[in-house]
């Protein structure tokens, strides 16, 4: 089956613009969460979407907003670019976002944000 | 806040030689803890999880024990390979979200 797929892979976007990351679950998947990764702060969770409605926010300033669509696809947004907002940013998707029934979350391979 | 961590940056090991790592828990209210590897260029890749009430789990070549009283987590991998080059992360997961230890870069020796 299809994995996670997550576009674009890299970016390059100046301070002050505002940029959307887009993810597609797995098929079957209605969790979809999402996840910084630098090297200085290592994987740090944004938000959680189950059914178009967020569940669960990490601490990450208000410039940091998602959404997920009926299909299941999830879209995060970054305002207002920082320096520090480059990243790797992941998604993951489960089946229902709770202690999964032999299934984990699923990682797609990311996009590389590079702000200058 | 609560976070889940790993005991060692880096690991070196020789090829063939089984790997151990460690991660400490602090959230006793945990019940789902999973191993993740990342290769460069790619994201968390699933190894193995385990939930609260058991103590041991087997998968192909990893093993995985988690110790409740000292709240200690740790992936065994037996007869470790080239490919087994990666971060691994240990993750717990609660309120729909995984908390992330800082990862254990391991480098297998040939």
């Known amino acids: 089956k299809a994995g996670v797929t997550q576009t674009p892979r890299y970016l390059i976007k100046t301070r002050g613009q505002q940029v959307t990351l887009s993810c597609s679950p797995i098929?079957?998947?209605?969790?979809v969460s999402w996840y910084q990764q630098t090297p200085g702060q290592g994987l740090q969770f944004l938000f959680e979407?189950?059914?178009?409605?967020?569940?669960n926010k990490g601490n990450f300033p208000g410039r940091f907003s998602g959404r997920q669509f009926s299909n299941s696809r999830s879209e995060m947004n970054v305002s207002t670019l920082e320096l520090g907002d480059s990243a790797l940013y992941l998604c993951?998707?489960?089946?229902?976002?709770?202690?999964?029934?032999?299934?984990?979350?699923?990682f797609g391979s990311g996009t590389r944000l590079t702000v200058v | 806040g609560e976070s889940v961590g790993l005991h060692l940056p880096t690991l070196s090991v020789q090829e063939g030689d089984n790997s151990i790592i460690n991660c400490a828990y602090s959230?006793?209210?945990?019940?789902?803890f999973i191993w993740y590897k990342q290769e460069s260029g790619k994201g968390p890749q699933f190894i193995i999880d385990?939930?609260?009430?058991?103590d041991k789990r087997q998968g192909q070549r990893v093993t995985v024990l988690l110790n409740k009283t000292v709240k200690h987590l740790s992936l065994q991998i037996a007869a470790t390979q080239p490919g087994d080059s990666a971060v691994y992360f240990c993750a717990e997961n609660n309120d729909y979200k995984l908390s992330f230890g800082a990862g254990t870069t391991v480098t297998v020796r040939a």
């Open positions: 979407y189950f059914s178009e409605t967020q569940r």
């Open positions: 959230n006793s209210a945990s019940d789902y």
């Open positions: 098929s079957g998947h209605r969790s």
């Open positions: 993951a998707s489960s089946l229902s976002g709770q202690v999964p029934k032999g299934d984990g979350y699923t």
């Open positions: 385990i939930r609260s009430n058991m």
